[in-house]
Every structure is written in C-alpha cells, then in structure tokens.
C-alpha cells in the first residue's frame, strides 16, 4: 500500500519536478502540494497524508511548523529538504525526530524514508507501547490499568506531567558570537532585574541557565555553589532511559547512539522536578541551573539531553527563563537560539565584535530566522567611539526603526563581578544599572514600581557630568 505524501515547499519548480519523479513510485503516492502554511493545513485536513516533506516556506520555521503539524496530526512523519546551505540546521531537525535530506530530491532518498517511517509506527503498534511525542505527552494518559506493569510506570509518568494551567513565559536566550564582550554579565544583570520584578501584582518566578557547558562562569559571578547542575538532570535523564529501554527488553550496551535518541522521544517531559537541579541565589530568590563542575562531563551531553531539557524548561511554570550561551554555534547554542521568544546579541563596538555579529546575523537570516526575535546589544560603550550606533545599524542591515542597546562603560561593573553583587541589587546611581533596567523592560513587559521617597530626593541633587553623558 502507497503512503501519501504532502508537499510543502514554496519552490514551485522543485515541487513539479519531485512530482514528476514519484509519479513512477510503488511506494509513495503524493496528495497534494502546498506553498504556504496556511495552504499546508488546509491540505492536511483534506488529505489525510502520512508523510509531510517540508521544504522552504517564507516567513515560518519549519521546526516550529512540524511540531504544529504535529501536535494536530500525532501520526504524522517529517522530512525536511534542504539546501546545502540549511545542511548546518540537521542537528536541530533530527532532534525534533524530522528527517533529512539534501536538494535536490532523488526518488530512492523519499523512498527510503517512508519504508522507515511505515517500520516505525508498525513497530509501535506490535509492541503496544504508549507513544510519547514531546509536545503531546500529557494527551496519552487513558486506560492505564490495561497497560503491563513497564508500560504502566511510564504512562504515569507521562500523566503526571500534565499541567494545563502552565503560565505563559519568556524564553530568553543571550548570545555573542565573540568571547569577552560582556555576555555572561548582562545575563546575570537581566535575570537579576526580573527576578526582583512583578507583573500583574505577582512575583516573576525566574530561571537562569547557564548552557556554555564546558566553561560556563555564571555560577561564579554569584558567588554559588555548582552542585546540583545540569549534568545532575542528564545523568537522571539517562537513568530513566536505561530503565526504559530495559522495560522494552533491549541490551543498553548494544544500543547506537541514533538508538537512544529515538528512545529519549518517548521519555516523559517532568518540568515538577526542575528545581531539584538548581540553586537559589538568596539575596534575589534567583532559581539557577548552572553548567557541570568538570569539564570533562560537557562531553557526555548529547543534542536528545538538551533537546529534553529544553522542552521541559518550556512547560515549566517560571514566567522568565534566562539562558546565557558560549560564544560558539554549538548544538546547544543553535538549540538555545532555536527555541527563544527573544535573543539578546551581545558585542562591544570593536572590529572583530562587529564583524562576527554581521556574520552570525547573515546566518540567521539565510535559515529565515524570525529576525523582530533579535535585540542587538552594544556593551561596554565610551562616549567616543570608533564607530557610532547608526553607522553598525547599516553595518548589520537593520531596519532604521530596530533599535540597538547600549550598555556605557560603568566603573562599577568591573568591580561588581569581582565581588559577586550584581550591579542591579547595589544602592547609588549606575549608568549600566539603567541601561539594564532599560533592555528588561523592552524583553519583557513588568510592572511600574512607584518611586520611594529615596528616589524622590536624587531628584533634587545636581545631576553629575556621568548622568549628563548618559542620562
């Protein structure tokens, strides 16, 4: 029996040729064809396929569109097709379980995928698993009690993860695509500012994670302690996905590494359990995950445990969740941008800052990016610079109306990250404190604090040349 297969792809030319060539096919017959999203799920409805290819669609991502699909359509199998330039995003596909292949098309490559595709779900239907998808765990929580005893554990599991109160939040991600500009301390600045912050009255209940997994100071600039971290939560994820694998009779020594990444798709997602992974900065009530002690336990993260990770931090109920990146394009950076309501690029108004941002923003631009997702921030920045902030708008290609944040050159900075104390929990004026104030609110809107009385006097004070320079 054919599989039906709907065409998503607003390259017109290259949807009538692969049309061409599976008109001849045993295996697949194609249903329809859509040029946009909208088209795509009027298509699906009306046809019922069972393969989805997805090629290049203007103005949506297709991770973010598969998981939509999908979350409608559970049986659905993804495979996105690729230019040799989107050939980089493969990790970040795989890992929402989306095959790849590479233009053009050739007949054996779909074929091939949709004789996997078809294996998979007659494997799931043998075995009578529970099928967990990340996105629709908490769906899958019926007849329990028909269920052997291993079935039975994971099912609950899966069950207990369900929340359908979960708060709306921010996922914010802060990036630099070059060491040493100051990125780490305006992600603890940042997460320091909400977590003293309210909305609507309540508390904002805020998480900072540091994911610069081998060299990640974050833990340091507050003065905390490293244990637990993240490599606590992987080792728990990977205890859970040895007694998975061995309730469904496999040898874990035999199990290949694309193996596992299949199974951690049926692991529950248990955002309950985050805060057992972190620690409290006291003096904010600041929740942090902090990257592992030793260095060498960054090498056994795998893309599947950050992608678990992820997906739970976004079902969790932290209304602010602050995630500070390493200078690289890692999986785990790719995946931090990926998956963010927000990204702040960080740099300092020199050359090489400059240059590396224009050249990660023409990446990001080339995958379709969602750029309105991109705050570009400057820090470190004198009264007189080399270059000014219009002329690195034009630089990065920005609309004139995109603003670019700045963070002057503040004496108390230097000495806030020696000591520990955030700039945004210290007393007196500070110019950085303001800027800071300033990016938070335009990420995430808070509530107006009214002034006290302090404040009112300062109103009365001469304004100093420092306030004058940067108001």
Request: charged letters at 25%.
């Amino acid at each position: 029996m054919k599989r039906r297969l709907l065409i998503v792809d607003d390259d017109r030319e290259a949807t009538r040729s692969l049309i061409s060539q599976l008109a001849c096919s045993h295996l697949i017959e194609v249903c329809g064809e859509a040029s946009s999203a909208e088209e795509a799920w009027a298509k699906l409805h009306a046809t019922r396929p069972e393969l989805v290819l997805l090629g290049g669609i203007k103005d949506t991502e297709r991770g973010i569109l598969s998981q939509q699909f999908r979350l409608a359509f559970p049986h659905l199998s993804f495979i996105a097709a690729c230019t040799a330039s989107e050939l980089m995003w493969e990790p970040f596909f795989r890992n929402l379980g989306i095959w790849v292949i590479a233009k053009p098309i050739q007949l054996g490559q779909v074929e091939a995928l949709a004789m996997m595709a078809q294996g998979q779900i007659a494997a799931t239907a043998d075995s009578r698993q529970p099928q967990l998808q990340h996105n629709i765990l908490s769906e899958h929580h019926d007849n329990v009690r028909d269920l052997p005893d291993s079935e039975r554990h994971w099912k609950g599991l899966a069950g207990s993860e369900q929340n359908p109160r979960v708060k709306p939040k921010h996922l914010i991600t802060v990036y630099g695509p070059k060491g040493g500009v100051g990125k780490t301390f305006i992600s603890r600045e940042l997460a320091i500012f909400f977590s003293t912050q309210k909305r609507e009255g309540q508390p904002l209940k805020v998480l900072a994670v540091d994911f610069n997994l081998d060299l990640g100071t974050f833990a340091t600039t507050l003065n905390l302690p490293r244990t637990p971290n993240l490599y606590t939560w992987v080792q728990d994820l990977d205890r859970q996905l040895h007694a998975y694998a061995e309730s469904k009779g496999l040898d874990t020594y035999s199990i290949k590494p694309e193996e596992w990444q299949e199974l951690a798709s049926s692991l529950p997602l248990l955002p309950q359990q985050i805060e057992r992974y972190t620690v409290v900065h006291s003096e904010s009530g600041l929740d942090v995950l902090t990257s592992p002690r030793d260095i060498r336990q960054s090498f056994e993260i795998r893309d599947y445990h950050l992608y678990l990770i992820l997906e739970t931090l976004k079902r969790s109920n932290y209304d602010v969740i602050l995630i500070d990146t390493a200078p690289d394009t890692t999986d785990a950076t790719i995946q931090a941008l990926f998956f963010a309501e927000h990204v702040v690029m960080v740099g300092n108004p020199v050359v090489d800052s400059i240059e590396n941002i224009q050249r990660l923003l023409k990446l990001l631009r080339e995958a379709e990016y969602p750029e309105e997702r991109i705050q570009v921030c400057m820090n470190r920045l004198q009264r007189k610079e080399m270059f000014t902030l219009e002329e690195i708008r034009a630089y990065f290609q920005l609309h004139p109306s995109k603003k670019i944040f700045s963070i002057p050159d503040d004496s108390e900075v230097k000495k806030s990250i020696n000591t520990g104390v955030p700039v945004m929990l210290q007393t007196g004026r500070s110019a950085a404190r303001n800027a800071i104030e300033t990016l938070g609110k335009a990420l995430f809107p808070v509530d107006e604090v009214a002034k006290t009385p302090a404040a009112k006097e300062k109103k009365n004070e001469k304004a100093s040349l420092f306030r004058w320079l940067w108001g």
